[in-house]
Every structure is written in C-alpha cells, then in structure tokens.
Nanobody, 123 residues
C-alpha cells in the first residue's frame, strides 16, 4: 500500500483560496489513481476530484467544477487540490486517497487514505 499525508488546510474567508497537498510514500505513486474526498460533520464522505495515473484526465464533482483544480507531480509523489472561490459549504475534512485500479470514484473503492486536513470557510 501507499502511505498518504495531507497538508495545507486552514481557515479562510469566503471567496478565498487554499491549496492542499498530499504526499505519498511506499509503492510507486504513478501506479495509483488519486482522489480527493471530503466529509462534513454529520454527512457522508463525498468525492471532490480525481486524477488519472498520468494526470491526463481529471474529474470533478458538480459542486466544485470550475472552482477546484486537481493536479499531480509524479516526480514528487504529490497530488494537489487548488481550491478557489471557496464557500462556507466547502467546510469539511479533506482526504486524499489512492486506488491502483481506477474503477469508480466511490470512497469504498479506495484502499489507501490519508489522515485528513481540516478546511474551514467563514462567511
């Protein structure tokens, strides 16, 4: 398995920006599809953004499309989530996750998870 560590969360005002990073170690990073998920209090964990093994293809939840950008640097074993025009409803713990198979963007299909980083957007 791959080990994942997120960073970059924090408190930001509505309309602001944050960039999350997820550093991977262990197995070959480029052999994993990577995803960002989030979980707000009292809600289920949900898909936010995903990126293919090479980074050529990206996928977004409708709620973040046009505001968030996922990218990866396989040389640095890192995946990023640039979050712009943040809204209070983006407040959640954000997790990165890895899946070697690229089956779906369902959380249950991802076997490796980071510990999460808190993002709080004030109104």
């Amino acid at each position: 398995q791959v080990q994942l560590v997120e960073s970059g969360g924090g408190l930001v005002q509505a309309g602001g920006s944050l960039r999350l990073s997820c550093a991977a170690s262990g197995r070959t990073f480029s052999s994993y599809v990577m995803g960002w998920f989030r979980q707000a209090p009292g809600k289920e964990r949900e898909f936010v953004a995903g990126i293919s093994w090479s980074g050529a293809r990206t996928y977004y939840a409708d709620s973040v499309k046009g505001r968030f950008t996922i990218s990866r640097d396989n040389a640095k074993n890192t995946v990023y989530l640039q979050m712009n025009s943040l809204k209070p409803e983006d407040t959640a713990v954000y997790y990165c996750a890895a899946d070697p198979f690229g089956r779906t963007w369902r959380p249950d299909d991802f076997g490796s998870w980071g510990q999460g980083t808190q993002v709080t957007v004030s109104s």
